[in-house]
């Protein structure tokens, strides 16, 4: 399956992001003074998404993008996927990091990131991908998978903001981190969370958008899965405890959100 590609910002937009990425994941994994302003516990877990940044996400956003470029629409979608996982990242990046050198060029990759998401949406054929996947695709399975994991996510979350606001207390995630709030939380509440269970409702109708949205999250979820199991090990081994059940099961998940997308791309109809 292929797409248009005049006037469209997805080449230079990706090397553009992929350099700066690059410059705040070294800068995060090799220079101390990066997270010299964080709490252990939040400079821990800077410095494994850092590392998945510099070693999954910036060749995965090179491949996709050029692919994308040339006229592939998985992997249009594949990059996609990844502008969605850097959006929320550097959200956290660009608000929730301490002032420091690189400041700047975290707004400027969130940025960069937005708009060359908007810009290169007009280039997905929705239409096109919904006709391709429709008859084969794992529609219900990716819907359900998106319900449930969109339920027991923002359960987690609530959990832990309504007790503390039960009991007059801050929680200890934003006690860990020395933030206002929980940005995670907020990413999750106000976009993530709301959007899978968008997507998921679009697919279950069988609407084009919902066929589209699909392999962008499961893109997304998948790369995410990887970034927590990173960040739990690399947590672990700084010494706030190895919790290797749930370090499992983020692996678990990476690995059926990566099957998952694989098997969608695979549905297409030959003719696509």
């Not at 939040?42 to 996400?57: E, H, N, P, Q």
């Not at 249009?76 to 990046?93: D, E, H, K, M, S």
């Not at 929680?171 to 709030?181: F, G, K, L, R, Y």
Request: proline share 5%; glycine share 6%.
């Amino acid at each position: 399956m292929t797409s248009e590609r005049n006037h469209d910002p997805i080449l230079w937009s990706t090397i553009a992001i992929a350099l700066l990425i690059a410059v705040t994941a070294v800068a995060g994994i090799f220079w101390p003074a990066t997270y010299a302003r964080e709490t252990a516990y939040t400079r821990a877990g800077a410095v494994a998404s850092d590392m998945v940044d510099l070693f999954l996400i910036v060749p995965v956003l090179l491949i996709s993008g050029i692919r994308g470029y040339r006229g592939s629409v998985p992997a249009r979608l594949v990059w996609l996927g990844a502008q969605g996982y850097l959006l929320y990242n550097f959200v956290i990046y660009a608000f929730g990091v301490h002032f420091n050198a690189f400041f700047l060029v975290y707004s400027a990759t969130l940025g960069l990131c937005f708009y060359a998401t908007v810009f290169s949406l007009r280039f997905i054929p929705a239409g096109q991908i919904a006709q391709a996947y429709r008859p084969r695709a794992p529609r219900k399975t990716i819907a359900i998978l998106f319900f449930l994991l969109a339920l027991s996510t923002a359960a987690f979350d609530l959990r832990e903001d309504l007790s503390a606001i039960l009991s007059g207390r801050v929680p200890q995630s934003i006690a860990d981190t020395n933030e206002p709030v929980n940005f995670v939380h907020v990413l999750d509440l106000v976009f993530l969370l709301p959007a899978l269970c968008i997507s998921a409702t679009l697919l279950w109708r069988r609407r084009a958008a919902g066929y589209a949205l699909a392999p962008v999250f499961l893109a997304l979820l998948a790369i995410m899965s990887v970034e927590l199991a990173t960040i739990v090990t690399v947590m672990g081994r700084a010494g706030f405890g190895l919790n290797v059940p749930m370090i499992v099961s983020f692996v678990v998940l990476a690995v059926v959100f990566t099957v998952l997308l694989r098997f969608y791309f695979s549905s297409a109809k030959p003719a696509a």
